[in-house]
């Protein structure tokens, strides 16, 4: 079983930056493949970016090169970075785990944090 706590969402005004953190539970967290995915407003959650047990990372096209996700094994913590940000960036975004990087990738993680809102005014 593995429990995941979302921080670091607010409010930001559009080209602003804001690190996103998820702190996971669990002694086997450095072979989970971890991701980072958002809900807008009626809108379908969509996949944002993903790490490895690895470190190999994967981006959605809309966020490749403003976003970084990383993680800190021995802290249990995966991080978003995300610089640049634009009003289309508006949604909740949750942390996700699975020991299958397919299912991360998938949209089908078997864990899943509750979500921390971002808000990017124009």
């Known amino acids: 079983q593995v429990q995941l706590v979302e921080s670091g969402g607010g409010l930001v005004q559009a080209g602003d930056s804001l690190r996103l953190s998820c702190a996971a539970s669990g002694r086997t967290f450095s072979s989970y493949a971890m991701g980072w995915f958002r809900q807008a407003p009626g809108k379908e959650r969509e996949f944002v970016a993903t790490i490895w047990w690895i470190g190999k990372t994967l981006y959605a096209d809309s966020v490749k090169g403003r976003f970084a996700i990383s993680r800190d094994n021995a802290g249990n913590t995966v991080y978003l970075q995300m610089n640049s940000l634009k009003p289309e960036d508006t949604a909740v975004y949750f942390c996700?785990?699975?020991?299958?990087?397919?299912?991360?990738?998938?949209?089908?993680?078997?864990?899943w944090g509750q979500g921390t809102q971002v808000t990017v005014s124009s």
């Open positions: 996700a785990a699975d020991e299958s990087m397919v299912r991360v990738r998938t949209n089908t993680p078997a864990y």
